[in-house]
């Protein structure tokens, strides 16, 4: 749990001092293996941290899996968030949106 706050900060000030605590829950197990992880993920935190994500253009979703977003767009955006389709009917209003 202490690391999903620190992958939800909404800042990057914050993350860091969630981090820090997370460290030091880690300290106190003496486990050197768990505090040996948290720190090669905290490496690559530029990947998975939504408060380093904040600028991407994702439009509301905290992935970077392209067919997600894509679906997600399609679903919202031009269904109305309708989510009940026959394949006629979806053939038929991608091809009146596309002419």
């Known amino acids: 749990m202490a690391f999903k706050q620190v992958l ?3 800042s990057e000030k914050d993350m860091n001092e969630k ?4 460290l030091q829950l880690t300290d106190a197990e003496e486990s050197d293996r768990c505090t040996a992880y948290f720190s090669n ?3 690559s935190r530029h990947d998975w941290a939504l408060a380093l994500r904040s600028g991407l253009p994702l439009r509301g979703n905290n992935t970077n899996h392209y067919i997600e977003v894509a679906f997600h767009i ?4 031009m269904f109305g968030r309708v989510l009940a389709f026959s394949l006629p009917q979806l053939i038929d209003f991608i091809g009146r949106c596309v002419l």
Request: aromatic share 22%.
């Open 41 to 43: 993920l905290w490496e």
């Open 19 to 22: 981090y820090n605590r997370l």
């Open 74 to 77: 399609l679903k919202d955006c």
């Open 8 to 10: 939800y900060a909404p």
